[in-house]
């Protein structure tokens, strides 16, 4: 069983930073892909981006492209995403993912995961 903590968030104007964190039970170079996902209220759960531990590639959806980078520490066992640049359409709830993974493409669907967070809100407002 994996357990994933999350911790971040919170409100910050347009334009502003944040970063999220994703704190996991264990962490393995290997054979795991982490993903971010969001849901804003009325709109169905998102993919932001995605990590495969596999050989380390990425995605991001085309909306957060050059704003957002997803990234692991091992030595702490800790997924983020950074978020610079962010904009009102943003805001949501922030969740983050795992999955035993061995591929070199990481997955994009929510459906393909195994492990969540606990969700955290992420408002950008002025």
């Known amino acids: 069983q994996l357990h994933l903590v999350q911790s971040g968030g919170g409100l910050v104007q347009p334009g502003g930073s944040l970063r999220l964190s994703c704190a996991a039970s264990?962490?393995?170079?290997?054979?795991?892909?982490y993903g971010w996902f969001r849901q804003a209220p009325g709109k169905e759960r998102e993919g932001v981006s995605c990590i495969s531990s596999y050989d380390g590639s990425t995605y991001y959806t085309d909306s957060v492209k050059g704003r957002f980078t997803i990234s692991r520490d091992n030595a702490k066992n800790t997924l983020y995403l950074q978020m610079n640049s962010l904009k009102p359409e943003d805001t949501a709830v922030y969740y983050c993912?795992?999955?035993?993974?061995?591929?070199?493409?990481?997955?994009?669907?929510?459906?393909?995961?195994?492990?969540w967070g606990q969700g955290t809100q992420v408002t950008v407002s002025s």
């Open positions: 264990r962490f393995t170079l290997d054979h795991y892909a």
């Open positions: 993912a795992a999955v035993r993974w061995y591929s070199n493409s990481c997955p994009q669907r929510g459906t393909q995961y195994d492990y």
